[in-house]
C-alpha cells in the first residue's frame, strides 16, 4: 500500500492519502479503518466529551482530557479474547481503547445523552466509530435496566464516571454486579473524605457544579463497603484521589467477583 496506489483506488488528494496511509500504519489489525475522512465541520458539529484520536491527525475536541486520566484507570494492557462492557460510554473513548487493547467484543451502553437528556449525544460516538472503522457494538440502555438479560455477561466492565450521577447507587451496584462475570473497573466522584466509616454525601440540589443529575458523593469505604454488598469478593484502590476536576476529587477501583 503506498500514496500513489491510495490515490488511484480510492480517488483522494495526495495529503488525504498521506493521512489515510498513516492511519492505516497506526490502527490495530482488527479494525479496518474507513476511508471517509472527517471534514471539520463533521467534527465541529458534535460537542465532544472526550478526545478521541480519529488518525491523521484529528482529536476530537472534548471538554475532558480524556487521554491524560487514561493512565490512572489501569485498564490491563493486553485484553486479548475478553468482551468488554462499557457503561455510560458517551463519546466511547473507553469502548475504543478496549477494542485497540484486543478485547474480542466491547460493549458500548449510554442512556442519558445518547437518549437527549444531557448537552451531548450519540453523534460523536457514531461519527468515531465510523472513521476509526470500529466494531464496538451499541446498546442504548438505563443502567437500571442492565441485567444477564437485557445485555448479557461480561469479563470486564467499565462503570466511569456514572456512579455519581445514581439516585438510587446501591441498586445500580447491583445491577453493575449481575452483568460482570470477572472484573469491575469504577471510577467516581468522591466526597466525604474526613470520615474513616463508610458515608455518602446526597445532592438533593445542584450543589455540584450546578448540576442536578449529580446525586452523591461517595467516601472510599463507602464504596468499598457497596461493592462487597452487592457480591465482589475482592476490592482495591486502584489510584486517587485525582483531582482532574479541581472540586471533583475522583478515585478508581478495581473489584472481582
Ligand atoms: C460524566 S459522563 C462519563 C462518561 C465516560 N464514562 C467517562 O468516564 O468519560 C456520565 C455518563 O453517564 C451516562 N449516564 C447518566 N445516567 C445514566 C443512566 N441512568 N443510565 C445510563 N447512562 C447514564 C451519561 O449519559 C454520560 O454519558
Keep these: 500500500m503506498n500514496v500513489t496506489k491510495l490515490k488511484r483506488d480510492l480517488k483522494v488528494t495526495g495529503r488525504q492519502a498521506v493521512r489515510l496511509l498513516k492511519r492505516l500504519t497506526t490502527l490495530p489489525q ?26 491523521g491527525g484529528t482529536v476530537t475536541p472534548g471538554v475532558e482530557d480524556t487521554p491524560a486520566k487514561l493512565p490512572t484507570f489501569g485498564i490491563p494492557e493486553h485484553l486479548d479474547g475478553l468482551s468488554v462492557l462499557d457503561i455510560g460510554a458517551w463519546d ?3 469502548s475504543f481503547e478496549a477494542e485497540r487493547r484486543g478485547a474480542r467484543r466491547v460493549l458500548a451502553t449510554d442512556h442519558f445523552c445518547w437518549g437527549g437528556g444531557g448537552w ?122 485525582n483531582y482532574f476536576v479541581p472540586y471533583s476529587p475522583r478515585m478508581v477501583f478495581h473489584a472481582w467477583k
Design 120 to 241: 451531548g449525544t450519540q453523534a460523536g460516538f457514531d461519527l468515531a466509530r465510523r472513521i476509526l472503522g470500529s466494531k464496538v457494538e451499541d446498546k442504548r440502555v438505563d443502567v437500571l435496566d442492565l441485567s444477564p438479560e437485557t445485555v448479557g455477561v461480561f469479563d470486564l466492565v467499565f462503570f466511569f464516571g456514572v456512579l455519581y450521577h445514581m439516585r438510587h447507587p446501591l441498586l445500580a451496584l447491583e445491577r453493575v454486579a449481575s452483568v460482570t462475570k470477572e472484573q469491575l473497573i469504577l471510577e467516581t466522584h468522591l466526597d466525604m473524605l474526613d470520615c474513616d466509616r463508610p458515608a455518602m454525601a446526597f445532592y438533593p440540589g445542584s450543589e455540584i457544579a450546578q448540576d442536578s443529575t449529580n446525586w452523591c458523593g461517595p467516601n472510599p469505604p463507602m464504596v468499598e463497603a457497596m461493592l462487597k454488598t452487592v457480591g465482589f469478593r475482592k476490592v482495591i484502590i486502584h489510584s486517587g484521589p
Design 30 to 55: 482488527s479494525r479496518q479503518p474507513s476511508a471517509e475522512v472527517p471534514s471539520p465541520n463533521s467534527i465541529a458539529a458534535i460537542t465532544w466529551f472526550h478526545r478521541i484520536d480519529l488518525g
Design 92 to 94: 466511547g473513548f473507553f
